[in-house]
């Protein structure tokens, strides 16, 4: 069962609503009025209602389809994986624009340990294992083309 509480959050201009932080809990404005909500045990963030779910009931990037995604990944240390399969649009630079990887999962020893969303803007980066400026990733997570090599 989720619990609410007041949130730090500014609902001067939006009457309802949600601000996302994460898949076990998040901000919304009910009605004008800041609410920091924390999801159930077998409860996470439903994007498609706006409010606590059930696991199984979920679409990513919180729902159950990530759970089983952590057998195999072994190590002393946790890992964190970007989404790649859930895009979001983001403003970088004062465009906007279509981005995967802003939110990841955390695996240790073959357990799933939660899924987050990078904030700003930012996107994952598997290599580094942390958020940072798309503009700065490579791959297909960022924007950066690599380092510039002149001849």
Not at 111 to 121: E, F, L, P
Not at 130 to 138: K, T
Request: proline share 5%.
């Amino acid at each position: 069962m989720a619990q609410t509480s007041v949130g730090p959050i500014d609902c001067s201009d939006k009457e309802n609503g949600f601000t996302f932080w994460g898949c076990k809990a998040f901000h919304r404005c009910n009605r004008g009025q800041p609410e920091y909500v924390e999801c159930g045990p077998d409860e996470v963030f439903d994007e498609d209602i706006g409010d606590c779910n059930r696991r199984d009931q979920v679409r990513t990037p919180c729902g159950m389809d990530l759970w089983d995604r952590c057998t195999g990944v072994t190590g002393p240390y946790s890992r964190g994986i970007a989404i790649r399969e859930y895009e979001e649009e983001v403003n970088v630079n004062n465009f906007r624009r279509r981005l995967r990887c802003t939110y990841f999962y955390i695996c240790y020893q073959g357990v799933h340990y939660g899924t987050q969303k990078c904030t700003g803007g930012n996107v994952f980066d598997d290599r580094q294992q942390f958020c940072a400026d798309p503009l700065s990733v490579q791959g297909e997570c960022g924007l950066s083309q690599g380092p510039q090599v002149r001849g």
